[in-house]
């Protein structure tokens, strides 16, 4: 699980007297370009952002960090310079001050694993952390994307985090919206037996 071990990273780290910390999965492919960019924090012209995040790609399609609407993903952000709007980040190649004493705060044993990127951008926000977007551009293999049905356990691991998301973090109208998506689901997943998500699933993370 992710989080328990970012945050004994994190307080770790702090206790060694690190300044940043840099969070990287193992599916993902850092270039040159991103490590020249990150010397610049050396310098201190970054020291006033709680947060970096790199522009991430797979496969060539963008995939973060990403605006929101409705809690859910809209359009990729891809011009470099402070994030001002609601967005979902992925955590992998994201870059964390430890100067702030909020980076503490920023995740949440509810979400061990799906939706921990979501729960870390949403807290950056809500703390009020500068958070800026890098020019470099990083291939990240997003695994749930391939199209390719995903599994039971991790199909409701990832919907039964959705949903505990937009119930915590969401609005009433997120929520209307997600109802909506859920059912739009369902309806493709009757349509097309090799929809990403079982029916099983997505019945089951409704009702739950």
């Not at 470099?136 to 505990?164: C, P, Q």
């Not at 998301?165 to 929520?175: C, H, L, M, Q, S």
């Not at 309806?187 to 990403?196: A, G």
Request: aromatic share 12%; charged share 20%; with cysteine.
């Amino acid at each position: 699980m992710l989080e328990p071990n970012y945050r004994h990273f994190i307080s770790r780290s702090k206790l060694e007297g690190v300044d940043y910390v840099c969070l990287f999965d193992q599916d993902t492919v850092i270039p040159n370009c991103y490590y020249s960019e990150l010397s610049l924090i050396v310098s201190g012209k970054y020291a006033r952002y709680q947060a970096l995040y790199p522009q991430v790609v797979n496969h060539g399609r963008a995939i973060s960090p990403m605006s929101l609407k409705r809690g859910q993903p809209k359009t990729p952000l891809t011009n470099a310079g402070d994030i001002k709007v609601s967005f979902i980040g992925i955590n992998s190649g994201a870059v964390l001050n430890l100067d702030f004493i909020s980076t503490y705060d920023l995740l949440d044993s509810r979400f061990p694993l799906d939706y921990l990127d979501y729960v870390v951008s949403k807290k950056l926000l809500i703390n009020g952390g500068n958070v800026y977007l890098m020019n470099s551009v990083i291939e990240h293999d997003l695994s749930v994307s391939s199209g390719e049905r995903i599994n039971t356990v991790r199909a409701e691991s990832i919907l039964m985090s959705e949903k505990r998301y937009i119930d915590i973090y969401g609005n009433k109208k997120d929520k209307y919206y997600l109802l909506f998506k859920m059912i739009t689901r369902i309806i493709y997943s009757l349509i097309d037996r090799n929809y990403k998500y079982s029916t099983t699933s997505l019945w089951n993370s409704l009702w739950k």
